[in-house]
C-alpha cells in the first residue's frame, strides 16, 4: 500500500511555520543512531498507540492513526469543516492531499512541530497516519537592546498571534515559530511607535530543551535613537471649536514622534470641526508624510482652515426601498434637515430607524450640494418581514415556560409593525397583540398599542386581567428617551383563602396614565461593565369598579457599573417606589400594592417574599412603599463566566410615606453568570443575616438578565 506524505516542499503555510524538508539526508549510522534515541525516549513519553479514530461527513469517511486523546477534537473539527468546503462526495487523492496538508498546519499551530502526516487510500476511504512527535511550549522570553523593566510589556507583543488564536489564556502557550517570527515585527513596531523610529530586531534565537518540552526565546533589539515631538503648535481660525483644542496639541510636545499619534490628533480636530456642521473642514499637518526623522525632536504646526457651515437641506431615498421603509426612513431623518450638519445627530437617527426592525442594513451618505448645503443619501437593505421564533427555559419564579412571538414588520407596507405573543408558565398564561407606528403622522415619535390578556396564580389566589396599553415614546438623544402610557385594565381576582382584606377589592376597573424618563449612559444595556443608569416614572390612576379609589405611583431607579480592570467590575444601585392612595392598603387590590424580595431585590427571599403575609397561609400580601439597595462586585473566570458576591438591603411598608432604615431586611451572598447573545443565565443565593421566625435561611435563585 503506497503512503504519501502532506504537500510541504517548503510550502508557507498561513500563520505557521515552514514545515520541514521531506526527506533530509541520513547516514546509516545516524539513522541507527536515531531509532536507538526513540527507542530509549519512549518509556519517557509513556503513551500507548493512540486508537484509530473515524471521520464521516457526506459521504466521506477518513480513518485516523497517531492521534492523541487532545487532538482529537481539533482535528476532527478541522477535517470536517475542510470536508464541507471542498464539496467532494468521493474520496480521491487530491482530497486526501489537502486533509493532510490541512491537518499537518493546524498541529504546527498547536505546538507539534515535529509533526508527520502522511495518506493513503484504501478500502474506499483516506487513511491519515500522524506522527505527533512532542509538543512544545514557550519558555523564557528575553529582550536584549533595551531595559529589563520592558519585557512584560513586550512579551504580549511577541505572542499575540499565539494567544489570540488560543482564545483563551492558557497555563503555556503552545510554541509556533512562525507566530514569534511575526512578534518579533509587532516588538519592533511597538518601539517605533515610541519614538524609536530606527528601531531593528535579529532574527528570534530558540533554545530547545533536550529533556523537557519548553523553547526559550532571545530576541536582540537594536532601537536607535528615539525621535520627540518639539513645540507642536495650532495655527488658521480656532474660533469654530467650543473646547480649547490648543491644549490637546501641546500635550504632544515632548512625546515619542510618530506618525499615527499626529494623524490621529489632525483627524480628531477635523472630526471636531465637522460634528459642529464645518463639513469641508481641513487640517493640515507641516510634517511631510513618509519623511523619515531619527533623534531629535521634530516641531509640528497644524493649520486649521474650517470651510463653510454646511446645512442639510433634503433628504433621498433609494428607490429600491419599499413605500413604507420609504415612509419611516423619510420620517426620521426629515427632522434633520433645515439644520446645520451634526454627525451625533445622525447617529441617534439611524439608531431610531434600526430600531424599527425594517431594515437589515442603512447606509447614510452626505452628498455635497452646493458650498454650504448637502443632500442625506439614505440606501440600504430591508429586513425579512415575517419572523416567527420559539422560546422557552426554566426560572426560579415561574418555573418552566414555554412561548412563541410571531412579528410583521412594515405591514401592509406601511411601515408599522404587527407582533403577537404566546406565553405559558406555572403561574399562568400570557398573550399580548401589539401594533406599533414608528413615526406617527409622520414625526419623530413612536407610538404602540398592546392589547395584553393573562392569568396569573400565586399561593393562594388567582387573578385575570385584560389590559389596553398606549405608549408614546421620543428619543431625545442618544441617552434620552421620554415616554408617555396610558392603560385601561379590567381584572378580577379570588381566593377561597385569604381575607377580603388580604386580597382587597376582588373586581377592580383602573383607567391610567403617566410618563417616564430614562437616562442610559451605559456602555452595553445587555451587558453594562461601565456607565450608569437613572430613570424616573409617575404614574396616576383611578378605579371605575367596585374599589373607587384613586391613586398615584411613583418608580426612581439608579444604577452604575464601573470596572476595576478587565476581571474586576462592581456595581450598584438604588430603588424606591410609592403608591399613595386615596385609601389604606386593605382597600387597594393586592396585584395593584408593592412587593419586595426575590432575584432582581433583596435575594435572601424568595419572589415577593418580603413582608406581611396571610394570616392563614404564606401568601406575601405587600405594602404601598418599597426600597431597595444593592452592591455587587464581579470576576470573570474565563471569557463569558463570572462569579459575584453582593450585598442586599431593601423595605416593604403598608403606608406609603413610611420608611425607616431600621425596616431593612438584608440580603448576602454570590452568584455564578454566564454570558448570552440576549443577557446573562444567572444562578445566585442570598443568606439572610436577620432571619424572623418563620423565615427561611436563603433563597436560591436561576434567572435571566442582570439584577439590576
Given at each position: ?103 499537518q498546519a493546524k498541529y504546527l499551530q498547536t505546538g507539534y512541530e515535529e509533526v508527520n502526516v502522511e495518506w493513503r487510500l484504501e478500502a474506499g476511504k483516506a487513511v491519515l497516519d500522524v506522527t505527533e512527535g512532542r509538543k512544545r511550549f514557550v519558555g523564557k522570553v528575553t529582550f536584549e537592546g533595551v531595559e529589563a523593566s520592558r ?558
Amino acid at each position: 500500500m503506497a503512503h504519501h506524505r502532506a504537500r510541504r516542499g517548503g510550502r508557507n503555510l498561513p500563520g505557521n511555520a515552514l514545515l520541514p524538508d521531506p526527506f533530509p539526508m541520513i547516514r546509516l549510522s545516524q539513522l541507527a543512531g536515531l531509532f536507538l534515541c526513540l527507542w530509549l525516549a519512549a518509556p519517557a513519553f509513556g503513551q500507548a498507540a493512540a486508537p484509530a479514530r473515524v471521520v464521516s461527513l457526506d459521504g466521506i469517511t477518513l480513518e485516523l492513526h497517531g492521534v492523541s486523546d487532545a487532538m482529537e477534537e481539533p482535528a476532527r473539527l478541522l477535517l470536517e469543516k475542510q470536508i464541507g468546503l471542498a464539496g467532494d462526495k468521493t474520496v480521491s487523492p487530491p482530497l486526501a492531499d489537502d486533509l493532510a496538508f490541512f491537518l499537518q498546519a493546524k498541529y504546527l499551530q498547536t505546538g507539534y512541530e515535529e509533526v508527520n502526516v502522511e495518506w493513503r487510500l484504501e478500502a474506499g476511504k483516506a487513511v491519515l497516519d500522524v506522527t505527533e512527535g512532542r509538543k512544545r511550549f514557550v519558555g523564557k522570553v528575553t529582550f536584549e537592546g533595551v531595559e529589563a523593566s520592558r519585557n512584560p510589556e513586550l512579551q504580549p507583543y511577541l505572542v499575540r498571534q499565539t494567544k489570540e488564536r488560543e482564545g483563551r489564556k492558557p497555563k503555556r502557550l503552545p510554541f509556533v515559530e512562525a507566530d514569534i517570527q511575526a512578534g518579533a515585527g509587532l516588538v519592533v513596531r511597538r518601539l517605533q511607535a515610541d519614538g524609536y523610529l530606527d528601531a531593528a530586531a535579529e532574527a528570534p534565537v530558540f533554545t530547545r530543551d533536550a529533556k523537557g518540552d519548553s523553547v526559550d526565546i532571545l530576541l536582540v533589539l537594536k532601537p536607535g535613537p528615539q525621535t520627540l515631538f518639539g513645540e507642536v503648535r495650532l495655527a488658521g481660525d480656532l474660533s469654530k471649536f467650543k473646547e480649547d483644542v490648543g491644549k490637546k496639541a501641546a500635550n504632544l510636545s515632548g512625546k515619542p514622534f510618530n506618525e499615527v499619534n499626529l494623524e490621529t490628533l489632525r483627524k480628531e480636530l477635523k472630526g471636531n470641526l465637522q460634528s459642529l456642521g464645518w463639513y469641508a473642514a481641513e487640517v493640515t499637518s507641516s510634517i511631510t508624510p513618509g519623511h523619515h526623522y531619527s533623534g531629535g525632536t521634530v516641531p509640528v504646526v497644524l493649520t486649521v482652515l474650517p470651510g463653510e457651515l454646511f446645512h442639510v437641506t433634503e433628504v433621498r431615498l433609494n428607490k429600491g426601498l419599499s413605500n413604507g421603509a420609504q415612509r419611516v426612513a423619510r420620517s426620521v431623518f426629515l427632522t434633520a434637515t433645515q439644520q446645520r450638519y451634526a454627525p451625533e445627530t445622525l447617529d441617534l437617527l439611524h439608531r431610531r430607524a434600526l430600531d424599527t426592525g425594517i431594515f437589515d442594513r442603512l447606509d447614510v451618505e452626505p452628498a455635497v450640494l452646493s458650498s454650504n448645503t448637502m443632500a442625506l443619501q439614505i440606501t440600504g437593505q430591508e429586513a425579512k418581514p415575517k419572523t416567527l421564533g420559539f422560546f422557552g427555559g426554566y426560572e426560579t419564579f415561574r418555573g418552566p415556560f414555554l412561548g412563541a412571538e410571531a412579528r410583521h414588520v412594515n405591514f401592509m407596507d406601511t411601515g408599522d409593525s404587527l407582533g403577537v405573543r404566546a406565553e405559558a408558565s406555572t403561574v399562568g398564561l400570557d398573550g399580548s397583540l401589539q401594533w406599533t407606528d414608528p413615526a406617527i403622522f409622520g414625526s419623530r415619535n413612536a407610538l404602540a398599542v398592546s392589547l395584553n390578556a393573562e392569568t396569573f396564580s400565586f399561593r393562594e389566589y388567582e387573578r385575570r386581567t385584560v389590559a389596553l396599553r398606549n405608549t408614546l415614546t421620543r428619543r431625545i438623544t442618544r441617552r434620552v428617551t421620554a415616554e408617555l402610557f396610558q392603560n385601561t385594565s379590567l381584572s378580577a381576582a379570588e381566593s377561597t383563602m385569604l381575607t377580603l382584606e388580604e386580597l382587597g377589592p376582588p373586581d377592580y376597573s383602573i383607567i391610567s396614565g403617566g410618563a417616564r424618563l430614562t437616562l442610559d449612559f451605559r456602555d452595553n444595556p445587555l451587558n453594562p461593565r461601565r456607565g450608569w443608569l437613572a430613570g424616573i416614572a409617575v404614574e396616576t390612576g383611578v378605579d371605575k369598579g367596585d374599589a373607587d379609589f384613586r391613586f398615584v405611583r411613583t418608580d426612581i431607579n439608579a444604577s452604575w457599573y464601573h470596572p476595576f480592570n478587565e476581571k474586576w467590575r462592581m456595581a450598584v444601585a438604588a430603588r424606591s417606589s410609592s403608591f399613595n392612595s386615596s385609601e389604606p392598603v386593605t382597600e387597594v387590590p393586592i396585584e395593584q400594592r408593592l412587593f419586595n424580595g426575590g432575584a432582581t431585590t433583596v435575594r435572601s427571599f424568595s419572589e415577593r417574599e418580603m413582608g406581611p403575609e396571610s394570616r392563614r397561609g404564606s401568601t406575601p400580601l405587600g405594602g404601598l412603599s418599597t426600597t431597595v439597595l444593592n452592591a455587587e462586585f464581579s470576576y470573570t473566570i474565563i471569557p463569558n463566566l463570572e462569579v459575584a458576591g453582593f450585598v442586599d438591603a431593601g423595605s416593604v411598608n403598608e403606608e406609603a410615606s413610611l420608611f425607616s432604615p431600621g425596616d431593612l431586611r438584608y440580603a448576602i451572598g454570590m452568584g455564578i453568570r454566564y454570558q448570552l447573545p440576549i443577557g446573562p443565565l444567572r444562578i445566585d443565593y442570598g443568606y439572610n443575616p436577620d432571619r424572623k421566625e418563620g423565615e427561611k435561611a436563603g433563597a436560591l435563585h436561576l434567572t435571566f438578565g442582570f439584577a439590576f
